[in-house]
C-alpha cells in the first residue's frame, strides 16, 4: 500500500527543487513528514558537452536526482520523463499529475512558481500552471479524467500549495538547521553545478537574504495559498 504524502513536490527539472527548496525539504523530512517528488520533464538538454548523449544525460540525472533526494530524506521520486524544453500544458501533462496527487494524497503541493519574469525557463512556467489545474478542480472532481477513476484512484482534495520563485513572499521556512545539507544536495547533481565551489555559497547568500527580517539565519520563501473547498450548493431564485 503506497504511504500517503505530507508533501507532494512537483518540479520542471532533476536539480530545480535542491537549487530553490531542499532546506524546507530536509526540515519536513526530519519532522517525519513523508515528501515526495514528481520530476516532470528528463532534463536531456541540460549540457552542451559534445561527449553526452542526451540518452546519456536522462540516466546521468536521474541518478544524481535520487542521491540527492535520499540525501534529504525523500523516500519515493516519481519521473514521468517529459523531454527537456518540450513541455506544454496538456491534458495529458494534467492527468499525469492529477493521478501522482491521487496516489500519494498530499495534504501540500509544492511548485515553481508559474509567474517567474522576464527569463525564466518556460518549462518552470508550464510546470507551475499545469501543477495549479492539477490540484483545482481536477484532482478533486471525479469525472476530471475519468479514466483515473478506472485505475481506481479516487479524486483528492489537496489543502494548500506552496510556490517557489517569487520575488514577495507570503510564506518563510527556518532552515537554519538545514542549509548546509541543501548544498550537499546540490553538489550531487554534478552534470550541472561541476565543481563550482562558489554555487553553494551562492544559495546560502540568497537564503540568508531571505532572512533579513525574520529573525534567524537561513530562509526559504514561497508564496503559499491555502485552498478553501466549500460543497456545491444550488438555489432557485
Known amino acids: 500500500m503506497t504511504e500517503q504524502a505530507h508533501v507532494l513536490v512537483t518540479t520542471p527539472h532533476p536539480d530545480d527543487a535542491e537549487t530553490r527548496f531542499a532546506g524546507s525539504v530536509a526540515k519536513w523530512t526530519r519532522q517525519g513528514k513523508n515528501v515526495v517528488y514528481v520530476v516532470i520533464s528528463n532534463g536531456d538538454k541540460g549540457t552542451n558537452d559534445p561527449e553526452t548523449t542526451p540518452e546519456e544525460l536522462v540516466v546521468i540525472r536521474e541518478k544524481e536526482q535520487l542521491a540527492a533526494a535520499k540525501m534529504l530524506g525523500v523516500k519515493e521520486v516519481v519521473f514521468l520523463r517529459y523531454p527537456d524544453q518540450g513541455l506544454e500544458n496538456t491534458p495529458e ?28 525557463h518556460r518549462d518552470h512556467r508550464i510546470v507551475g500552471y499545469a501543477t ?14 475519468p479514466e ?40 550531487c547533481h ?6 563550482r565551489p562558489d554555487f553553494g555559497e551562492m544559495l546560502k547568500n540568497a537564503a540568508k537574504m531571505n532572512a533579513r527580517v525574520l529573525g534567524f539565519d537561513y530562509a526559504e520563501g514561497f508564496h503559499r495559498e491555502v485552498i478553501g473547498w466549500r460543497p456545491f450548493s444550488y438555489s432557485i431564485q
Open 132 to 145: 495549479v489545474e492539477a490540484v483545482y478542480p481536477a484532482a478533486g472532481s471525479a469525472y476530471a479524467f
Open 93 to 120: 501533462l494534467r492527468r499525469d499529475i492529477v493521478r501522482q496527487i491521487r496516489i500519494f494524497k498530499p495534504e501540500i503541493v509544492v511548485t515553481v512558481d508559474p509567474h517567474g519574469k522576464y527569463m525564466d
Open 190 to 195: 554534478r552534470s550541472q553545478v561541476g565543481d
Open 148 to 187: 483515473l477513476l478506472d485505475e481506481g484512484l479516487e479524486p483528492h482534495r489537496v489543502s494548500e500549495m506552496l510556490f517557489s520563485g517569487r520575488m514577495q513572499n507570503n510564506y518563510f521556512e527556518d532552515i537554519t538547521d538545514t542549509v548546509d545539507i541543501k548544498v550537499s544536495a546540490i553538489r
